[in-house]
């Protein structure tokens, strides 16, 4: 009997032992990882969607304002690259492209998304900011692009372009990218700009096309590209808030004056120059640049800056070199005051430069 009881006893503790384990899985797989694995890859699911789906919505948003530009001399095709139309009024359209695009160029023509080809004027062009005024016939016009705030970018921030790579035959190709940099400075032969870095694809003939954001708004025009065996994925957007700056000027045919300080100058960090010019700075200066000659008369004479003095600032813009100078001196108009950061004898000091001169 009491053996009875004993078994009895052990095969009701393996069942409640069995049932407490199978309570256990039962709760673990309801409130822990496994469930937590299953919504975080419903998350996942979700999240690309909508990235996805924002992508189309932006491209929906600019792609028919995107054309491609033709340019001819003497009735021969001497360059391709892209365009996009930003502005409308009653009469005519307006296009934002390159000025390499359409350089020397006599006639230009522009291909629709629709494949119709239209005449195009030509109402500025400007070398050192590398942009481009055109306008068609309003009716022509299926949609416009929206202008955004280059000023309002992140690193890492979804990208797209929209042009016309190795010509009208790949019209309307679109490429995926992120912002790789910001306030790059590139300097060419004739143009020195702040430039935003992507690695979204470009290639020739997409110069002038938009750069766009998320929201499906343009943030710059594409421009060029690093292209070298060595390197990928490098190519570069004029931000579209210095064209703006620029383009009421362009859309008027009124040439774009720039002043001028009257001044020579070299960079600090260039030792053989500074030997050349036979001058000493202190070893701690390693950027900004010397003035190594005034015309006088000039800005810079009249506001009292010297030979020999080392300027590293116009307001709070740094200056680290020529290029810098340059690019945030072209951003001020005759008549501005600039106040100007220089080392001179070892000491920083400040004073207020009036720019008096045109180039």
Aim: net charge negative; no cysteine; hydrophobic share 35%.
């Amino acid at each position: 009997m009491n053996n009875r009881r004993q078994i009895f006893k052990y095969f009701i503790f393996y069942l409640v032992t069995i049932f407490s384990s199978i309570l256990a899985v039962i709760i673990y797989l309801k409130y822990f990882p496994v469930s937590s694995k299953v919504i975080t890859e419903e998350k996942t699911i979700n999240e690309t969607k909508l990235s996805e789906t924002a992508i189309e919505e932006a491209i929906e948003k600019v792609y028919d304002s995107v054309v491609t530009v033709e340019s001819y001399r003497s009735n021969q095709n001497i360059g391709s690259g892209s365009g996009f139309i930003y502005k409308s009024d009653k009469d005519r359209g307006y296009i934002l492209t390159n000025h390499h695009v359409i350089e020397n160029a006599d006639k230009v023509q522009v291909i629709l998304t629709n494949n119709e080809v239209v005449d195009a004027k030509i109402l500025g062009s400007d070398e050192y900011t590398d942009i481009a005024v055109l306008s068609l016939d309003k009716e022509k016009i299926t949609k416009v692009a929206t202008l955004g705030n280059s000023d309002d970018i992140n690193l890492g921030s979804t990208v797209i372009t929209v042009g016309s790579p190795m010509g009208s035959d790949y019209s309307g190709s679109i490429t995926r990218g992120i912002i790789s940099g910001k306030d790059r400075m590139i300097e060419t032969d004739s143009i020195i700009a702040k430039v935003i870095q992507t690695d979204a694809a470009i290639n020739p003939g997409n110069s002038g096309g938009p750069l766009v954001n998320l929201a499906g708004e343009v943030i710059g025009i594409t421009s060029m590209k690093l292209a070298t065996e060595e390197i990928e994925g490098m190519g570069f957007a004029i931000p579209i808030n210095d064209v703006k700056k620029y383009v009421e000027y362009l859309e008027n045919g009124k040439e774009i004056e720039r002043p001028s300080i009257g001044i020579s100058v070299i960079n600090a960090s260039d030792k053989y120059s500074l030997f050349r010019y036979q001058i000493n700075i202190d070893s701690n200066i390693t950027s900004g640049v010397v003035i190594t000659d005034l015309v006088s008369g000039k800005s810079a004479d009249k506001a009292g800056l010297k030979v020999r003095d080392v300027i590293t600032k116009f307001d709070n813009n740094e200056i680290k070199n020529i290029s810098s100078l340059r690019y945030y001196l072209y951003q001020y108009k005759t008549g501005d005051s600039i106040k100007v950061t220089y080392i001179r004898d070892g000491k920083t000091q400040t004073l207020d430069m009036k720019l008096i001169d045109n180039d």
